[in-house]
């Protein structure tokens, strides 16, 4: 199993930024899909979250401006970020927990996109 991460990129504070993720290889179906961010000194820490059928979850931090969505065809998570600030800067992995075809539940990292929040 891959997780494609793609989205990132350098950005004014106020700005706006989609982080997009996509799973693929051979699975039975992906369960929980997340955002995580790490910056530099720091752990890393959840950022967003969200269930198949569609219940999320935020970090107080981004609740308000961060939008996490799913499209359980394409087996693709999203990150809307807005009224984006410097202390979002880090960066952002995504996550997936993933059933394979012995209804084990494996858990796999994207390789990270770096989000810089910049004037």
């Known amino acids: 199993v891959q997780l494609q991460a793609s989205g990132g990129g350098l950005v004014q504070p106020g700005g706006s930024l989609r982080l997009s993720c996509a799973a693929s290889?051979?699975?039975?179906?992906?369960?929980?899909m997340g955002w995580y961010r790490q910056a530099p000194g720091n752990e890393r820490e959840l950022v967003a979250s969200i269930t198949r059928g569609g219940s999320t979850n935020y970090a107080d931090s981004v609740k308000g401006r961060f939008t996490i969505s799913r499209d359980n065809a394409k087996n693709t998570v999203y990150l809307q970020m807005n009224s984006l600030k410097p202390t979002d800067t880090a960066v952002y992995y995504c996550?997936?927990?993933?059933?394979?075809?012995?209804?084990?539940?494996?858990?796999?990292w994207g390789q990270g996109t770096q989000v810089t929040v910049s004037s």
């Open positions: 290889g051979t699975f039975a179906s992906v369960n929980d």
């Open positions: 996550n997936s927990k993933v059933f394979d075809y012995s209804y084990h539940l494996n858990n796999y």
